[in-house]
Structure formats: C-alpha cells, structure tokens
C-alpha cells in the first residue's frame, strides 16, 4: 500500500492518482500526501530526536531553517516528546522512540499515517499511551490512520474499521467493526482470533 513492493495485481489509489503506476515526481508527491511509522520506529541512530523530525523537512521543503525547527519541535509536543529533542534515539525508550517515528511521520503535515504494530515490543502500559496518542491525533488533528496490529487490546481501543487479510488465502477473511466481528463473525478463525479463543485441535491430548 505505500509502494515498497508492486503489487501482484490491483492498484493503490490516492486522491486520484494511481501509486503503482505514478513515476518520477507524480510518485514523489503522492508517496509525500502519506507519512510512515516503521514497526522499530527505524529513527537515525546518528542523528538527535530533533534532526530525525526534521529530515522530511529537509529533505521536500524550502522552508528557513529556523521554522524546520520549529515544526519539528511542534510535532515532538504534539506526540509528548519536547522535553526529549536534543536527546540521541538510545536514550529513549522503546514507547518513546515510536513516539518519535509519528512525530517524524507527521512532519510534513499528511493527511494519512501506516503505523506497522506500533504496539510490538511494548508494555501493557506504554501500549495503552501509544493507543490513547493515536486516538487523540485522529479525532483533534483529523488523520486517518492505518495501522497493522495483531493487539486485540490496541484494536478495540482505537479501530473504526477492521480488515483481517489471511495468508493462506491470500485475501480478505472478514471486515467490520471490531465488535461486531467479535460477537457475529461467522467464520471459525475470524471468531477465535477476535475472542482469543485456543484451538482445541492443537492442544495438548492426554496419552
């Protein structure tokens, strides 16, 4: 969906222009209207939090560096990070850094966000406050947010809309409002992952 790998087949289309096909700078200002959180926030290890913010801006904008500064400070705020701009990515911790990568994500004001499990590899705690940042940035900022997750906790607290693909076969299993695919789905797997339910076919048989 963000144009990493062409697709097997089928498109991505984004306020009309078509990502699979796009080349050159129509690509560019496509791949610009949408920000990215990788899922181990993949931030600079060289650069501070600060500089990390501030590479979109670097990077697709003329603005004066003094007001690259200011944004990526605004963003930082934004995402609870002000305190922590001139601080190296190893002094943060695993919620902040992720913190950090929405901020960086955010910089040049899209109007989409992916976040890849942007729970894995937290605790219980910094999930919820990643799940709550989310919430807020969606319903203040007004961003549509994308998110790959397998935390039912995260899904049920955050999701508006709910698209299970499966591997095996290779499409779409079921969509919906989490809820309603936790209590009507029809489908057995679909029913046990929303529920967290085991399956009594892989437990343990007495011998």
């Not at 305190?83 to 960086?104: C, D, F, H, T």
């Not at 076969?169 to 057995?188: C, F, M, N, W, Y």
Request: glycine letters at 8%; one cysteine or more.
């Amino acid at each position: 969906m963000i144009g990493l790998n062409p697709p097997r087949s089928g498109e991505v289309w984004l306020e009309g222009s078509n990502l699979i096909t796009a080349e050159g700078d129509e690509r560019l200002e496509i791949l610009r209207k949408f920000g990215v959180m990788y899922q181990s926030g993949a931030l600079f290890g060289s650069m501070t939090v600060l500089e990390n913010v501030r590479l979109p801006l670097d990077e697709f904008t003329e603005l004066p560096e003094p007001l690259k500064e200011l944004v990526a400070l605004a963003k930082l705020k934004m995402v609870g990070l002000g305190n922590a701009a001139n601080k190296m990515p190893s002094e943060l911790s695993g919620g902040m850094q992720k913190r950090a990568a929405i901020a960086r994500a955010m910089a040049l004001d899209p109007g989409i966000l992916f976040l890849d499990e942007p729970s894995a590899g937290l605790d219980p705690i910094t999930s919820a406050g990643i799940d709550l940042l989310v919430s807020g940035l969606a319903r203040h900022v007004g961003i549509t947010f994308v998110i790959v997750s397998h935390e039912l906790a995260s899904i049920y607290a955050i999701a508006d809309r709910v698209i299970m693909v499966d591997c095996q076969s290779q499409g779409i299993v079921a969509e919906g409002k989490p809820a309603d695919l936790r209590e009507h789905a029809t489908d057995p797997w679909v029913h046990r992952f929303f529920n967290r339910e085991a399956d009594a076919s892989h437990s343990v048989q007495p011998t």
